[in-house]
């Protein structure tokens, strides 16, 4: 059964700092890679999508990179800024249904 | 932008009492999914729905549990008698296509169950 892992499990930086979420998986045998975003008590915002065949895709001041081979995905955040305060997610597509991980909770400072 | 609706937002229940929970998916898409998440837990897959009739199902998904798609639109999950370990939030997705596709999430229904 796939597992997923997300480092850290929370991180507080002051605004403007960049930042690097990671995210591992066991299981490399996925289709793509999913982040969102969740902001306290609401549903998950798709931010970025990588196909399995993808080394990288960039949305804004985010980028997110895919490893497959090593089972390791990371988002990028650039110029952090406060009202990215949230939780981060990743996810895992092995094409029946997706993995998520435990999430990293993210809070900017001003 | 498309997006996947779900209603209620908010539900309170008697243990016991039957719930349903409901959703819009994007119009033209086909693969459905319900999803869940205890309060400080992760997200859990629940159960997969394409073809009108489940993919498969996680083991939390046991005979208390079920969904239709009644009229082509909706797409509902049905607790039959509600325990009070199924207060979470309950959410739904959809794809165009099971694999290589973007995963839309509703905003959820969050479930609570005294």
């Known amino acids: 059964k796939q597992e997923v892992t997300q480092i850290p499990a929370a991180l507080s930086v002051p605004e403007g700092e960049n930042l690097v979420l990671n995210c591992s998986f066991t299981d490399s045998a996925i289709y793509n890679l999913q982040w969102f975003r969740q902001d306290p008590g609401k549903g998950l915002t798709s931010l970025l999508l990588?196909?399995?065949?993808?080394r990288e895709q960039t949305s804004g001041r985010l980028n997110a990179s895919l490893d497959k081979s090593s089972g390791r995905s990371t988002l990028y955040i650039a110029a952090s800024q406060p009202g990215d305060s949230a939780t981060y997610l990743c996810?895992?597509?092995?094409?029946?249904?997706?993995?998520f991980g435990t999430g990293t909770s993210l809070t900017v400072i001003p | 932008e498309p997006e996947v609706t779900q209603t209620p937002s908010h539900q309170v229940t008697q243990m016991g009492q039957e719930v349903i929970l409901r959703c819009v998916p994007i119009s033209n898409h086909l693969y459905f999914y319900w999803y869940r998440q205890i309060l400080g837990q992760k997200v859990e897959f629940l159960v997969s729905?394409?073809?009108?009739?489940?993919?498969?199902k996680s083991e939390i998904f046991d005979d208390q549990f079920s969904v239709e798609r009644p009229d082509g639109s909706n797409f509902t999950l049905k607790i039959r008698s509600t325990k009070l370990e199924d207060s979470a939030m309950y959410f739904c997705?959809?794809?165009?296509?099971?694999?290589?596709?973007?995963?839309?999430f509703g905003q959820g229904t969050r479930l609570t169950v005294v």
């Open positions: 997705a959809s794809l165009s296509r099971a694999v290589f596709a973007e995963a839309f």
């Open positions: 990588i196909q399995s065949s993808q």
């Open positions: 996810a895992s597509n092995t094409g029946n249904q997706f993995y």
């Open positions: 729905f394409y073809n009108n009739e489940i993919s498969e």
